[in-house]
């Protein structure tokens, strides 16, 4: 399916869900005010889950090829 393994296209499809379900909470409430007039131990799990979020999904590393990065041809 477009040169996606199973697992890429799952987590894709998973991205995309989110996104649309964060949207329709958006609609009915402000989801900034929401995060920061959270407590405490939650706000900053909130943060921690984005900090983590970039650490193991990022595209960057030692075994990174950037021969695969679609504008390194250029």
């Not at 393994?5 to 989801?31: P, Q, S, T, W």
């Not at 920061?36 to 590393?61: C, D, K, M, T």
Request: glycine share 6%; aromatic share 18%; hydrophobic share 55%.
């Amino acid at each position: 399916v477009f040169c996606l393994i199973v697992v890429e296209f799952k987590f894709a499809v998973g991205l995309l869900v989110m996104n649309m379900v964060l949207e329709r909470l958006h609609e009915k409430k402000n989801l900034e005010t929401v995060v920061l007039n959270s407590p405490f131990l939650v706000r900053h799990a909130f943060y921690w889950g984005l900090v983590l979020g970039i650490v193991f999904l990022g595209s960057y590393g030692i075994d990174l090829n950037d021969k695969n990065f679609i504008y390194f041809q250029f």
